[in-house]
Nanobody, 123 residues
């Protein structure tokens, strides 16, 4: 089982930036991939980005492509989500998750989830 803890959320003005972190512990295998999802009030949880621990391949949702960057520090077992040019519609709780699939875009492809971190973008 993998334990995940997100951090780095907060309140930011439109056009600003935030960097989220996801610290992983437990049974982490090199063939894992990590994903970021988000869930706005009244909406379903949606895919944001994913990265493979091994090789660093990445995949993004169209809505964040060119604005968000997912990266990993394997030595620290930590995955990051750099969010630039933030928009009010990016407001959501952001979750990281672990999977053995890549690219995995569906929530039911992920077996371990963090508790989430709130990101609020004001206009």
């Amino acid at each position: 089982q993998v334990q995940l803890v997100e951090s780095g959320g907060g309140l930011v003005q439109a056009g600003g930036s935030l960097r989220l972190s996801c610290a992983a512990s437990g049974r982490i295998f090199s063939n894992y991939a990590m994903g970021w999802f988000r869930q706005a009030p009244g909406k379903e949880r949606e895919f944001v980005a994913t990265i493979r621990w091994s090789g660093g391949s990445t995949y993004y949702a169209d809505s964040v492509k060119g604005r968000f960057t997912i990266s990993s520090d394997n030595a620290k077992n930590t995955v990051y989500l750099q969010m630039d040019s933030l928009k009010p519609e990016d407001t959501a709780v952001y979750y990281c998750a672990a999977t053995l699939l890549y690219p995995a875009l569906r929530t039911d492809h992920y077996g371990s989830w963090g508790q989430g971190t709130q990101v609020t973008v004001s206009s």
